[in-house]
C-alpha cells in the first residue's frame, strides 16, 4: 500500500492553493474557495468567532457595538479566521451557486449563530462586509477606512471619485452618466480616473444636468465639489460611508474587518490616535449596526502605542501555538479511518526504532507522544519538534510565520513521500530544502554554504552527502547557550536519528556507512570535526558576522526592545545634559531643585520644581500641547518635548548596538587570533 492511500486527500491531487498565507486584501475566487473548505473551526479558532456573532447579536440593540481584537504570532490564522469570518458573514455566493457557509465546516453552534445574524439582516435592510489592510491604501486613517467601504460596494476607492459617483446614484442619474460615456465609446472607468480633465467626463455630465450646458466648465465645477484632498473630518468619513452602503437611509449589518492593524501603526503614536477615533465612530456612530475586528501580532497590553486601542477593542481573542497544530492535521495530514488502524500496526511492530531517536536529548520521545502518532504520520513527534525548534532558531524577526511555513513544508512532505510503501517517513532534513532559499536572502545562512551543500550530489553517494550537509547545518542552528541548549548534536548517532527514511528497513544500514562517509566529508574539507561534533567548514569571522546580523535583525523588529532601549538613551542624554538641575527662587536667592519627570502619566504635586519630559516617538506633539493648554496658569510644571527625528535611522542604531552586545555576550572569549580579531572589531 501506497503512503498516499492513508490520506483523506491525496496530497498530489490537490496543492496549498494560497502557500498557507491569507490575506484580506486579495478575493480571488479559487483562493477563497480553499480557505473556507481548509478553515478549522476549533480551539481558538472556534472561541473567537463565537465571541465575535455572539457580542453583535447580543449588542444588537444597543448604540453602539464592541470592536474584536484577534492576536498572535505571525502566521498563526490571524488574517485567515478574519477572512473567513467576512464571507460567512454574508454566506457569500460563488458563480456555481455554493454559499461560503456550505463550504466552510463548521460546528452546530457557528451556524446557528450565523443564521441569527442572517435573520437581523433580513429585518434590518441586509447584511454587509469590507475588509482589508490599513497599510495597502493612501492618504490619512480616514480616507483609507472609507476606501475600503467603496470597495466594496464596487465604488472606485478613491475619495473624491467614489464620491461623485454616490451623488450621482443618490440624484437617480448615475446609470445614465455610465452610458453616456460608453456612446461615446470611451471605457468608463478610464474616464472617471480623469475626471477633473475628461471630456467625455464633460459632456455625460451636461447631458444629465438640467441647469448646466457648457462642457467647459464642468472640470472646475468638479474639482470645486470633489477635491482630492489629503484628509477629512470624521462625520464626513461617517456620513460619506453611510451614503456608500445605505438603503433609503439604512444601514446594515455590517462586519468591517481590518487586518494587520499592528504593522500599520508601527510605533507612530499618531496613527494609533486616529485609528483608536475612527474605532470609536464607526462603533458609536452608526445605529449599533457597524462591528470592526482587528488584527495584530500583539495583544494589546503588550505594547504602548496599541494600549490605546485597549478601550476600543474589549473582545480580545488570542491563537496560540496548539491552533496551528490543529489546522495542520486537519488540512494536510487528515487520515482515512479505515487506514488507521494498519498505522497503528506498522508504529506498534517499530515503536523501538521511534523511540530510539535523539534518546537523552530535550526532543526525545514523550509520554503523550502516542497521541500524535497517527495524526502526525509520516511525520513524527521527534521530527516535528526539530522542526519547530529549528524554525524558531532561524525565524529570530518574528516573519516567517509559522502556520504558512508548517502548512506549506508538511503538504510538500507528504507530496514526496506519497509514492513510497507505506512505512516511509519523513527525514528531519527535508526541511532544509524547503526552507534554504529564504535563509540566503535573510542572512540565516551564508550563500557558499548552499553551494557546497548542493555540490555534493555531483559526487560519490551525493544525494547522502548533501542531506548530512543540510542536516549539519540545521542543527547547528539550534540554541546552544545555558538553559536552551536541547542536546541535539551533529553527531553520527544523531544524524542517524534524523536522515532515517523508513521505519520498516530501520536505520541499521545507514548507521553502519554513516563514520565511514562523515571521515571522508572531513577528508575533503566539506565538514570541520569539532571534539564529536560536525560543522560544515567555515571561518570564524563569517560565523562572527552571521551572529551579527541575525541579532541585528531580530533587534530591528522588536518593537518593544526598541522602544525601552530608545527611552533609555533619551533620558540618559537628557540627564547627562542637565546634570543636576536647580535655580534660585525669589528675593532671597533660594535653591530649588528641578525634578525631572518621564512619560505619559501626569506628575505627582510635590515641593520641588517639575520638569516633565515627553518625546515624540510616544506621543503626538499636538497631545502634548493640549495637555499644557489645559493646565492653569499657576501651574508650576515646566514641560519639554523632543520631537521624533531621524525615527528610522535611530532604530537602525539601537538594532546594532543591541545586537555587538548580544553577540559579544554570546561568542565569549575566543582564544584563536581570528576570533580575537572578530571580538575587537
Request: some cysteine; proline content about 4%; overall charge neutral.
Amino acid at each position: 500500500m501506497q503512503t498516499k492511500e492513508i490520506f483523506l486527500r491525496d496530497p498530489l491531487t490537490w496543492k496549498l492553493v494560497n502557500e498557507g498565507v491569507s490575506s484580506n486584501n486579495i478575493e480571488d475566487l479559487d483562493t477563497l474557495r480553499f480557505e473556507l473548505e481548509s478553515f478549522v473551526c476549533e480551539g481558538e479558532y472556534l472561541q473567537g468567532m463565537r465571541r465575535i456573532l455572539q457580542s453583535y447579536r447580543d449588542n444588537f440593540k444597543s448604540p453602539e457595538q464592541k470592536a474584536a481584537w484577534i492576536s498572535g504570532f505571525y502566521g498563526s490564522g490571524k488574517s485567515h479566521l478574519a477572512k473567513v469570518l467576512r464571507y460567512l458573514w454574508t454566506n457569500f455566493a460563488f458563480p456555481d451557486g455554493t454559499t461560503a457557509r456550505s463550504i466552510a465546516h463548521l460546528p452546530e453552534e457557528i451556524t446557528d449563530l450565523l443564521t441569527e445574524i442572517s435573520t437581523l439582516g433580513k429585518r434590518h435592510n441586509g447584511l454587509h462586509m469590507a475588509g482589508g489592510t490599513l497599510k495597502a491604501g493612501t492618504g490619512s486613517v480616514r480616507l483609507r477606512v472609507m476606501s475600503l467601504f467603496f470597495k466594496s460596494v464596487g465604488l472606485p476607492e478613491g475619495y473624491p471619485y467614489a464620491k461623485f459617483l454616490i451623488h450621482l446614484k443618490r440624484d437617480g442619474k448615475l446609470e445614465a452618466f455610465k452610458k453616456s460615456i460608453e456612446d461615446q465609446g470611451k471605457n468608463f472607468n478610464q474616464e472617471l480616473g480623469r475626471l477633473y480633465g475628461s471630456g467625455a467626463v464633460a459632456k455625460a455630465y451636461v447631458s444629465c444636468s438640467s441647469h448646466l450646458k457648457d462642457p467647459s466648465q464642468v472640470g472646475a465645477l468638479l474639482r470645486a465639489d470633489y477635491p482630492n484632498v489629503a484628509d477629512v473630518s470624521i462625520s464626513d468619513m461617517r456620513d460619506t460611508i453611510r451614503e456608500a452602503i445605505a438603503a433609503n437611509g439604512k444601514l446594515p449589518c455590517t462586519l468591517l474587518v481590518l487586518d494587520e492593524i499592528q504593522q500599520f501603526i508601527g510605533l507612530d503614536a499618531q496613527l494609533s490616535l486616529d485609528v483608536q477615533e475612527v474605532t470609536e465612530a464607526l462603533s458609536k456612530e452608526m445605529d449599533g449596526r457597524v462591528m470592526i475586528v482587528g488584527t495584530g501580532q500583539s495583544a494589546l497590553n503588550d505594547m504602548a502605542n496599541l494600549q490605546r486601542l485597549m478601550g476600543r477593542f474589549t473582545i480580545k481573542i488570542h491563537l496560540k501555538d496548539n491552533d496551528v497544530e490543529k489546522v495542520v492535521r486537519k488540512v494536510v495530514l487528515q487520515k482515512r479511518d479505515d487506514k488507521k488502524p494498519e498505522i497503528k500496526e506498522l508504529i506498534d511492530k517499530n515503536e523501538g526504532e521511534i523511540t530510539r531517536q535523539l534518546k537523552a536529548t530535550k526532543l526525545a520521545t514523550q509520554s503523550d507522544d502516542h497521541l500524535a502518532y497517527i495524526p502526525d504520520f509520516p511525520l513524527l513527534p521527534v521530527r516535528r519538534r526539530f522542526w519547530e525548534r529549528v524554525l524558531h532558531s532561524v525565524d529570530s524577526t518574528g516573519t516567517a510565520a509559522q502556520m504558512r511555513t508548517q502548512l506549506r513544508v508538511v503538504h510538500e512532505a507528504c507530496r514526496a513521500c506519497a509514492s513510497a510503501e507505506v512505512g516511509a517517513i519523513v527525514p528531519a532534513d527535508f526541511l532544509y530544502d524547503q526552507i534554504a532559499n529564504d535563509l540566503v536572502s535573510t542572512g540565516e545562512m551564508q550563500k557558499r554554504f548552499q553551494e557546497i551543500i548542493e555540490q555534493q550530489k555531483t559526487k560519490l553517494d551525493g544525494a547522502l552527502r548533501s542531506r548530512i550537509c543540510a542536516l549539519v547545518f540545521l542543527i547547528n542552528k539550534l540554541p546552544r547557550e545555558h538553559g536552551t541548549d536541547l542536546g541535539v548534536r551533529a553527531e553520527p548517532e544523531h544524524l542517524a536519528d534524523l536522515l532515517s527514511e523508513d521505519l520498516v528497513t530501520g536505520s541499521t544500514q545507514l548507521r553502519q556507512k554513516l563514520p565511514t562517509l562523515l571521515d571522508a566529508m572531513e577528508q575533503d574539507g566539506v565538514l570541520m570535526k569539532v571534539e564529536s561534533e560536525y560543522r560544515l567548514q567555515t571561518t570564524e569571522g563569517a560565523a562572527w558576522e552571521a551572529e551579527f546580523r541575525k541579532r541585528r535583525a531580530a533587534a530591528r523588529n522588536d518593537d518593544p526592545l526598541i522602544a525601552s532601549r530608545r527611552s533609555q538613551l533619551l533620558s540618559k542624554g537628557l540627564d547627562g545634559a542637565l546634570g543636576n538641575p536647580s535655580v534660585l527662587h525669589g528675593d532671597a536667592k533660594e535653591r530649588r531643585k528641578i525634578t525631572i519627570h518621564y512619560g505619559e502619566d501626569k506628575p505627582e504635586q510635590s515641593d520641588s520644581i517639575t520638569l516633565w519630559v515627553r518625546d515624540g516617538f510616544t506621543v503626538p506633539e499636538a497631545s502634548v500641547l493640549s495637555d499644557i493648554r489645559k493646565l492653569s496658569t499657576d501651574d508650576p510644571t515646566l514641560h519639554l518635548f523632543l520631537p521624533k527625528l531621524h525615527a528610522d535611522e535611530l532604530k537602525s542604531a539601537i538594532a546594532a548596538a543591541q545586537a555587538a552586545e548580544e553577540t559579544l555576550h554570546f561568542k565569549g572569549n575566543p582564544t584563536s587570533d581570528e576570533g580575537k580579531e572578530c571580538r575587537k572589531s
